[in-house]
């Protein structure tokens, strides 16, 4: 926990939103638990990450609007590869969440799970932030239903941006919480420290097309 506190605080004073990030599983999303959003057509997110138990070498794509295709090579004891899709299926409104709908591991190398998910941004926040002089930007709150391997039960997360280009991430996902904070280092390319079932992990994001 000591070096995950360092680790956080290196990032903080680096300091410097941004797009739909692949989680470690290929699909977008916080660390495990997916969002309802999806990668913007033609765009594409690349993720290499390390932890204890589970590497990731892959990333998701737009295929066409709303839509997204993800594949990741996922290596604990063994290495698999995961195919996941995931369709938005209501675009966030004014009072209204983001509704998506996916699958994980369609071809259930390690164990497929279908979900639903529901995100909002909690623009209300904003003003009450600005005139505090609060330094956060509005929270995204998502949360959702998962049956199968990959994830099974209730879920949910939250993205608080920070001043700057970073922000802090939490999720609720397999009965375990996750924590971490993220960061952009060069135009198209992030970093993240974060925990995995209480190990501190990293990721590195490359993004084309935002």
Avoid at 5 to 24: E, H, S, Y
Avoid at 128 to 143: D, H
């Amino acid at each position: 926990m000591k070096n995950l506190l360092v680790c956080l605080l290196l990032v903080m004073l680096v300091g410097v939103t941004f797009a739909t990030q692949p989680t470690i599983y290929g699909y977008s999303g916080i660390f495990t638990a997916p969002t309802a959003e999806t990668i913007k057509t033609a765009g594409v997110a690349l993720i290499g990450s390390t932890s204890k138990d589970v590497n990731t070498v892959g990333g998701c794509v737009g295929l066409f609007p709303n839509w997204e295709l993800s594949a990741a090579r996922v290596s604990n004891s063994e290495s698999q590869t995961i195919l996941s899709g995931k369709i938005l299926l209501l675009q966030e409104g004014l009072a209204l969440p983001a509704i998506g709908v996916g699958v994980a591991d369609i071809t259930d190398e390690i164990g497929s799970s279908v979900y639903v998910v529901a995100t909002k941004t909690l623009t209300v926040t904003q003003v009450a932030t600005k005139t505090t002089g609060l330094p956060f930007g509005p929270p995204q709150i998502s949360a959702g239903i998962a049956s199968g391997k990959i994830m099974d039960g209730v879920f949910a997360g939250v993205v608080l941006p920070l001043s700057g280009r970073s922000r802090i991430m939490a999720e609720y996902s397999n009965k375990k919480v996750n924590l971490g904070l993220a960061m952009q280092v060069l135009p198209l390319v992030e970093v993240e420290v974060f925990t995995l079932e209480g190990n501190v992990s990293g990721a590195v994001y490359v993004k084309l097309g935002f």
